[in-house]
């Protein structure tokens, strides 16, 4: 925005109108958007535009000039609706669905003009350049004999209205230049030297100049006063000269961080913990004694006098594991009824509560032996509400966490018994070192400070008997000795009035690994936004901007939690909440540094990397000389898409398709999506981002879920459906096609487990494969974990891969001696099995 001072405004015959188109030009550059408007304003405009003659429905219409902006029918019905609770506002309900899509002031300005709403369009310039106007010359410091003249001048840009009043100290000048953007202090005695500062208003806001000195000298030659040169480049009046810097201490130790300003009148400080005002704090060094793992967090001072308040930096502090854990440590047995056994071999002296070394411990750079993540989205729930945002959930961490080199199972819509069993199988991949990820989107809830998740057949009256408590997991995972245990938790916390039993976990370790991400506070609910195709949790749409971050993992999920505070949306109804322990600096990003591992461990992981094998491509033979090709391609690790294509016909075959049916009840096929010609149509919404095959080789798409299900190997019929050139008729063909148990399938989810005594052995044995050739399949299908979309060596396809999510084909030519080629570009992956 240019410059324009209050004087060159009052000669403008209109000078609202030319502010306005200012501010306009300003929130255009700036990229201003409704997303940061506060609520009071928000909550104002609402209330204006809470009319029929012209109002939110006028502005809905205006808006729709932008395709991203314009609302459905359904949209508009729930705005509508919202009039007839008490506290709702249609209007507020549609400003809150622009700030989602990222509306910019610029255009909703434009929209409102647009309807001719004049009061809006007031409202809106007024509020937005109370935060523009700003101070353009600033009164300088000065010196001058008595009965000489001083002129401090401040000049500020601005809408029109805007008022001055000058200050020395605390007193107002009451001189008649005291209104104006000039002071003039003529003849100068005594009286008036001091400090002075200047008050721009504009209605109830105001800006402060920084403040200049005025000095009396005894002639005209002297040096000015270095005292001056305090304010000097201080726009705020206020300077900070010592910030707090971030510090990594241990627990026991002292805590210092100091502040320090130079203001007149003199500077008060004021000390936060996490955004929390600590209240007997309130100089500049705050130190504690002897701190602990509840000391860790953001510290920052308010610095601030009669005038003006600033901020300090944000100082990190981090608090590491005690010195105890580090230092070489006298023995001795403390019993209240037997003597302190000495095992030192020092002398006489030493005091034996001290450790023998001092030095501070070297940094470490911490790794894991393996990293493996379980992640269950619920959306089709049978007795509760259902939920659309899971399945995008779980899909977006998926491809992230295989960034990190995480193994990453991904499950849709399990019942308890199949949850119960896919959290077994996933803890018999756990090891000493191992970093181990839940990640859990669905309905759920919080007694007694233990969180639940419901499988999707839990009943209307769930209690915990039906669900699966988080923290008994957590006790299972320390016995593996992991690495780090990270919990992801992307439900509702609110009590269940249902169930009053206390469920009384196993007994925790001390580990200092355990970090529990909550999406929603205790007592509250978590929310999704929708859209018209794929909807996300308001958890994930701000993790999936910060989880990749080489940071501690506690540090990234904080700053998590100040985007979502930041959100209008998220304000006042969901807020991220962490607890934790860990206290080591690692890290979602660490690397792996493979360790020896026991032989059953390594037997087990390669166990599940077979279980997660894709079936190889399948090509079939007809009587009429037609070649088929079946493909398969994996969406999650229970659901995968069959395509079906031609590869070759003879001439006299003018039309040609190869559809699937007759498949087991055991899983879920909608036969309304089967056998389509993209995979949209099929009922696949996240496979779609590239084209997966080149349109010169049309195919047709089938969706099959619940593959955890399925108790037999998949068997189902390709029904061939041609036409010959000189026939009207129809001819079919129908062959039976068994493909084994794909994916998790193998994992046989849906039998119960054995007790936990024998969960070190898994639920099916190694000897029911041919090992042989499970190796060979591991290693040459380039899918070993589902999605995985890059060629492996035997070697890392059991480790990890950095592929985005791409769907997977595997190629077996032993039914076709000279199949045509695959299409390049863009083409599904395949490999030879």
């Known amino acids: ?93 549609l400003l809150a669905q622009l700030a989602d899509r990222s509306c910019s002031l610029d255009f909703l300005l434009h929209c409102l003009r647009k309807v001719d709403h004049q009061e809006a369009v007031q409202y809106l310039c007024s509020t937005a350049v109370a935060e523009m106007f700003q101070i353009t010359v600033q009164p300088q410091c000065q010196q001058a004999t008595v009965g000489g003249r001083v002129v401090l001048t401040c000049r500020a840009a601005g809408p029109p209205g805007l008022s001055y009043q000058w200050f020395r100290g605390k007193e107002e000048v009451l001189d008649k230049s005291g209104c104006t953007p000039e002071l003039i202090l003529c003849p100068l005695a005594p009286v008036h030297q001091g400090h002075y500062i200047c008050r721009v208003n504009h209605g109830e806001k105001c800006i402060f100049s920084q403040w200049a000195r005025v ?140 450790p023998m070394a001092s030095h501070p411990p070297p940094s470490k750079h911490f790794h894991a032996t393996d990293k493996v993540a379980l992640l269950i989205g619920n959306m089709n729930y049978r007795h509760h509400t259902q939920l659309c945002a899971p399945i995008a959930d779980v899909h977006e961490l998926t491809n992230l966490l295989r960034l990190m080199d995480f193994k990453v199972v991904s499950l849709l819509d399990l019942n308890w018994q199949e949850m119960h069993s896919a959290v077994t199988e996933f803890l018999l991949l756990l090891d000493k070192g191992v970093y181990g990820l839940l990640y859990f989107a669905g309905h759920g809830y919080e007694n007694y400070g233990n969180s639940f998740m419901i499988p999707i057949d839990a009943p209307a009256s769930n209690t915990s008997e039906h669900c699966l408590c988080v923290q008994n997991i957590l006790t299972r995972m320390q016995e593996k000795e992991t690495g780090l245990n990270v919990f992801l938790l992307d439900m509702c916390r609110r009590r269940n009035p249902h169930d009053d039993v206390i469920v009384q976990p196993g007994p925790l370790k001390v580990t200092a690994n355990i970090v529990f ?83 059953s461990f390594s037997a087990r992981n390669l166990q599940w990397a077979i279980a997660h094998v894709l079936p190889p491509s399948k090509y079939l033979q007809f009587d009429c000389g037609v070649t088929v090709q079946l493909g398969f391609a994996a969406e999650f690790s229970n659901i995968m898409v069959i395509y079906s294509r031609i590869l070759d016909q003879p001439k006299d075959i003018v039309s040609c398709s190869a559809q699937l049916t007759d498949f087991p009840l055991d899983v879920d096929v909608d036969l309304k999506t089967t056998n389509q ?24 798409y089938t969706r099959i879920s619940s593959l955890q299900r399925l108790k037999r190997e998949l068997t189902f019929t390709i029904c061939l459906h041609y036409t010959y050139s000189n026939m009207d008729d129809e001819v079919q063909e129908r062959q039976s096609v068994t493909v084994g148990k794909p994916l998790v399938s193998k994992l046989n989810l849906h039998e119960p487990r054995p007790p936990r005594a024998c ?33 492996s060596s035997t070697t890392d396809s059991l480790t990890s891969s950095r592929s985005a999510n791409i769907p997977e084909e595997t190629d077996s030519p032993e039914l076709c001696n000279n199949p045509k080629p695959l299409v390049a570009g863009n083409s599904l992956s395949h490999s030879l099995s």
């Not at 324009?4 to 405004?9: A, K, R």
């Not at 405009?45 to 029918?73: H, I, Y």
């Not at 070489?328 to 006489?348: F, K, Y």
């Not at 639920?763 to 974990?785: H, Q, Y």
């Open 517 to 599: 991400g909550y999406a929603t506070c205790v007592d509250a609910e978590a929310f999704e936004v929708k859209r018209e195709d794929v909807s996300n949790g308001i958890f994930i749409n701000f993790l999936k901007k910060r989880v990749c971050e080489d940071e501690k993992v506690t540090v990234m999920l904080d700053r998590v939690a100040e985007d979502m505070g930041r959100c209008v949306i998220t304000r006042g109804r969901q807020a991220l909440e962490m607890r934790s322990n860990l206290s080591e600096r690692r890290s979602l990003t660490d690397q792996i540094q493979t360790s020896e591992c026991s032989e």
């Open 759 to 791: 969960s070190t052995s898994s639920s099916f044995s190694l000897d029911s494969f041919n090992i042989a050739e499970g190796i060979t399949s591991v290693g040459t299908s380039s899918n070993t974990w589902p999605y995985y979309g890059r060629e």
């Open 1 to 93: 925005m240019n410059s324009t001072d209050i004087s060159c405004s009052q000669q403008s015959p209109d000078p609202l109108i030319n502010w306005t188109v200012l501010i306009q030009k300003k929130m255009e550059e700036t990229n201003m958007v409704v997303g940061n408007m506060s609520e009071e304003v928000l909550n104002r405009l609402s209330k204006m535009l809470d009319n029929s003659t012209c109002g939110w429905r006028q502005l809905a219409r205006a808006v729709s000039e932008e395709p991203r902006f314009c609302c459905s029918e359904s949209q508009l019905t729930c705005c509508s609706l919202q009039a007839l609770s008490p506290a709702g506002s249609p209007a507020r309900t």
């Open 215 to 354: 000095r009396l000298v005894s002639s005209a030659g002297s040096s000015p006063d270095c005292g001056s040169s305090l304010f000097q480049g201080s726009v705020s009046g206020l300077r900070i000269i010592h910030q707090p810097e971030a510090q990594t201490v241990s627990e026991g130790d002292s805590l210092l961080l100091v502040c320090k300003a130079e203001a007149c009148p003199p500077a008060q400080y004021e000390w936060y913990h996490n955004r929390a005002r600590m209240q007997e704090h309130k100089t500049s060094s705050f130190k504690i004694p002897c701190v602990t793992t509840a000391h860790r967090g953001e510290y920052r001072c308010k610095v601030f006098n009669f005038y003006h308040e600033m901020w300090s930096d944000t100082a990190g502090v981090t608090i590491g594991p005690s010195s105890i854990t580090d230092a070489s440590w006298v023995e001795g047995n403390r019993g209240l009824d037997s003597q302190e056994i000495n095992r030192s071999t020092s002398g006489p002296g030493i005091n034996h509560l001290q």
């Open 677 to 700: 010609e993209t995979l949209l149509e099929a009922g696949s919404l996240l496979l779609i981002k590239d084209d997966l095959l080149s349109p010169e080789v049309p195919c047709l």
